[in-house]
């Protein structure tokens, strides 16, 4: 399974944009790029996901560089609801068990 | 619309104990996931499920965990006897058939094991 990289820990500002990075440099052709949220004591929550383009959504954007060995979620306005761990994760599409291989992810922390 | 329902929320036993989960997916969503979640990490897939049936259970530790979804709606998570180890949440997540890519998780149970 390809691996994903992510820094541990992010702070940014209130009402400022944010940018989230991850590495993939393994990831195959058949791979999506999916971003799921934690907010505290809660379950995961689906964000944005993608193949090759870039996406757009209402709560993310998702930028996926041209060889595809990283992308980025964008927030577009962070708020204190935004703090949470983001998890950038590698799907096969090819994988008819729609498997998630979830890392450690991103905290980020958003100061007001 | 509701939203994936777990109980309880909080489950403190002692090892050798037996201890039960209870999962109500969305309603419609044919496909059900448990996963067990530690301190610092991301999920980990337990047990999926397509209707009634364990279509992957590989990384279910069986000598002591179990589950079921009998009618293919709510399902049951149960360990026993309960370790320290075992000590983590246990997420259960669903999906709707054809829209596997987005998962919807329930709040969680937090296990504590002394």
Redesign the interface.
């Known amino acids: 399974d390809a691996k994903t990289t992510q820094p541990n820990s992010m702070e940014s500002n209130e009402e400022e944009p944010v940018h989230l990075p991850c590495n993939h440099s393994t990831i195959s052709g058949t791979d999506y790029i999916h971003w799921y949220r934690q907010l505290p004591s809660q379950g995961p929550e689906y964000v944005i996901h993608g193949l090759t383009s870039n996406v757009n959504n209402r709560m993310a954007s998702l930028a996926i560089a041209e060889d595809r060995k990283s992308s980025t979620l964008i927030l577009h306005r962070a708020t204190l609801r935004d703090a949470a761990v983001y998890y950038c994760i590698l799907r096969d599409v090819g994988d008819s068990n729609y498997q998630l291989i979830w890392g450690a992810g991103t905290k980020l922390i958003i100061k007001p | 619309e509701a939203g994936?329902v777990q109980s309880p929320r909080y489950k403190i036993i002692e090892k050798k104990q037996p201890v039960a989960f209870w999962c109500n997916p969305i309603s419609g969503h044919n496909t059900l996931y448990w996963y067990r979640q530690n301190l610092?990490?991301?999920?980990?897939?337990l047990i999926?499920y397509e209707n009634e049936e364990a279509?992957?259970d590989s990384q279910l530790p069986k000598d002591r965990f179990s589950a079921e979804r009998l009618k293919g709606v709510d399902s049951t998570l149960k360990i026993q006897p309960a370790e320290l180890g075992d000590s983590a949440v246990y997420?259960c997540?669903s999906?709707l058939e054809g829209r596997?890519?987005?998962?919807?998780?329930?709040?969680?149970t937090r296990l504590l094991v002394l």
Do not use: H, I
Not at chain 2, 40 to 45: H, K, N, R
Not at chain 2, 100 to 108: K, M, N, S, V
């Open positions: 994936v610092g990490q991301g999920p980990e897939l999926r279509v992957d997420l997540a999906s596997r890519e987005t998962q919807y998780f329930g709040p969680g």
